[in-house]
């Protein structure tokens, strides 16, 4: 394939410090070219300049303009050459982070195990990450700013705000990157490059040249390098190909990269299940080897890794992977072992339903929430918990929430699920006894309830796959669309007698449970869970 060229540029005098000289970069000649790089020029591949974020490429074209590299890299370049409209556009160049604060008033920059720079337009960021040397996992890797970095922003908003879809994940993984590292090393502010004992880096901040950069990136697929200078692609290591023959492959010895941030276990199985790509042999293998070292991994990280998987439109398929690659056991491990003991059971078919609607949610650019999702993941550990009480009992919200908190407990030491998104599901797992059983007045306020919509969705799930009466779920259809005079008369009607469905009062309820009962733990337990 013909080769292009590529320009470098030298950057300003008046925006470089003595102590950031140690920087590499290249000489201002216009034929200086990469190393190794093998240049695919504008006639060579499919990404377009028109599909790229305005806001991207005014990022791009200011850095250049200053005299810096700029590149768009990872996965908005594999995501364009694919035809797909990427989440996100994250930028490389050879500017240091203080430098391209200077240039963008809109600039925070954010990080501790990386130092990045986010230039805000709106709600929407720009991300730029300078060329690092070899070793340095991706900046998409980095946890997300801490609290006081996100109060710093525009108008004071903190991410913690209302979000929703892909956001979520962003919004809520705030944390300080090394608190759960202070206990296996020793950490001095004055280190640029940290690792554990088990070789998982903590901080690097050794910046270097693209031709050091590529290296620290994880996939091939990942490690594409749109220039804005001439409108190519660089490739380093194959990626074009692997993109075009939708291959996931690590870039160097596997077993090494997953040991350096084994977070890369769950970004294999994400990208096979988001975009279908099957992963390269040498790439699969280890991973059920050393799924464990995902234990090691701050329970916050895995919250946002957990919601890329489930939250981005791609939900049902990340089950199916995280299963077949062993990785279920170590993320969610009460899930793995209710599904090992009753494969195929109704609450795992109602989980990949659930999944599945949120993904046509997602698609359909809806609003969906972590709550729900996991109300769909520990369904059915609640139903074990809730078997282990007495059977009378079942029905009753105490022993609801107590298995809530139960599975909860499992969960969160692996994933760190924040605080009002628990609180959230246990709601809709508490409401599920008051649907099934309305009783006059009572059945109006349920209907006021804020999280009525979200258990109500849960118990048409359940109902689906026959865990409640399929009657009770068209009594609350008729109520939600009923006006008043009719909602009046329909509670009423439930007040001294079985509704549509026949769900009638406490007692009607507890018979129901008992019923439900007699399906065992393969049914996913009794009482309103």
Not at 115 to 136: K, P, W, Y
């Amino acid at each position: 394939m013909q080769e292009g060229k590529a320009r470098y540029y030298r950057r300003p005098p008046q925006l470089l410090k003595r102590n950031e000289s140690t920087l590499n970069f290249t000489p201002a000649s216009s034929e200086a070219a990469p190393r190794l790089a093998r240049i695919i020029p504008r006639d060579g591949h499919s990404i377009s300049r028109s599909r790229i974020s305005p806001d991207a490429l005014r990022v791009l074209y200011r850095l250049r303009e200053a005299g810096f590299q700029a590149f768009l890299v990872g996965g908005c370049v594999r995501d364009l050459m694919l035809g797909l409209e990427p989440k996100d556009f994250d930028v490389a160049t050879d500017a240091l982070p203080e430098q391209v604060k200077r240039l963008f008033r809109n600039c925070r920059l954010v990080g501790r195990r990386f130092r990045l720079a986010h230039v805000f337009f709106g709600r929407d960021i720009i991300e730029v990450a300078t060329f690092r040397a070899s070793g340095a996992p991706l900046p998409a890797d980095e946890p997300v700013p801490t609290r006081d970095e996100l109060d710093e922003v525009e108008g004071g908003e903190s991410a913690d705000s209302d979000t929703t879809d892909g956001d979520v994940a962003e919004a809520n993984a705030v944390m300080d990157p090394l608190a759960d590292s202070r206990d296996v090393h020793d950490f001095d502010e004055s280190l640029e490059r940290v690792v554990d004992e088990s070789g998982r880096i903590l901080r690097d901040n050794i910046y270097g040249s693209i031709d050091d950069d590529v290296w620290r990136r994880d996939f091939t697929c990942n490690a594409l390098y749109y220039n804005i200078a001439d409108f190519s692609v660089w490739d380093y290591c194959g990626g074009f190909e692997d993109v075009a023959a939708r291959r996931l492959r690590l870039i160097g010895d596997p077993e090494t990269r997953y040991r350096e941030d084994p977070v890369r276990m769950l970004r294999a199985a994400r990208f096979e299940a988001k975009l279908g790509f099957s992963i390269e042999t040498a790439t699969a293998e280890p991973i059920a080897r050393l799924s464990d070292l995902l234990a090691g991994v701050p329970a916050a990280r895995l919250f946002d890794e957990t919601l890329k998987l489930f939250l981005t439109g791609h939900g049902a398929r990340s089950y199916a992977v995280l299963k077949q690659r062993g990785l279920l056991e170590v993320l969610l491990p009460n899930l793995a072992a209710f599904v090992r003991r009753h494969p195929g059971s109704a609450p795992e078919r109602m989980l990949i339903r659930g999944l599945e609607n949120t993904d046509a949610r997602v698609l359909a650019d809806k609003p969906v929430t972590p709550a729900f999702l996991f109300a769909l993941l520990i369904y059915g550990p609640v139903g074990v918990e809730i078997e282990k009480a007495p059977r009378t009992r079942w029905n009753e919200i105490g022993t609801i929430l107590d298995a809530v908190d139960q599975a909860m407990r499992v969960i969160q030491p692996r994933v760190a699920v924040h605080r009002r998104f628990v609180l959230g599901l246990r709601d809709m797992f508490a409401l599920q006894p008051r649907l099934e059983a309305p009783r006059g007045r009572r059945a109006l306020r349920t209907l006021e309830h804020p999280r009525f919509r979200a258990g109500f969705d849960l118990l048409q799930l359940r109902a689906e796959f026959g865990m409640a009466d399929a009657g009770i779920v068209r009594w609350w259809e008729q109520m939600q669309t009923a006006n008043p005079q009719q909602r009046a008369a329909l509670s009423e009607a439930s007040a001294g007698a079985p509704a549509a469905g026949g769900a009638g009062g406490e007692a009607a309820g507890r018979r129901r449970g008992r019923r439900r009962g007699r399906g065992g733990r393969g049914r996913g337990g009794g009482g309103g869970s």
